[in-house]
């Protein structure tokens, strides 16, 4: 499946689906990235809400589409604003594995993350 989207398009490479909820993982490619945008990300649709998670270079971000303004960063050495909830261990975990098999060494791993802080997003 590919998605095009702002000049970018969108592979999936590993869905998974469990009672309402469904994980995609994708690759794709855009040259403007923002904070919160990448290359790699996931995915989550459950019943009345969508996180995103990208994956990059310096950092993973959380964002959710009825959040506005606000940006979720993986922290590892600091005590976490919220901790990682099961829905975001599992994600990040399959994530960590995905990036290892596609040789993506250049993007953060979650591995001894210990949640997440809030940032608010700029606007563009």
């Not at 592979?11 to 790699?40: H, L, M, S």
């Amino acid at each position: 499946m590919n998605i095009v989207s702002c000049g970018s398009i969108s592979k999936v490479i590993y869905q998974t689906k469990a009672a309402d909820t469904k994980v995609r993982y994708y690759v794709t490619e855009n040259p403007n990235y923002r904070k919160g945008e990448g290359k790699f990300y996931a995915r989550v649709d459950s019943a009345n809400v969508r996180i995103f998670y990208s994956f990059q270079p310096n950092n993973v971000y959380k964002t959710y589409n009825n959040v506005s303004n606000s940006v979720y960063t993986l922290v590892f050495d600091t005590q976490p604003m919220l901790k990682l909830t099961s829905i975001d261990s599992s994600v990040l975990t399959k994530a960590d594995s995905l990036l290892d098999s596609l040789g993506y060494n250049d993007l953060k791993r979650s591995k001894s993350a210990t949640g997440f802080v809030i940032e608010v997003a700029g606007h563009r």
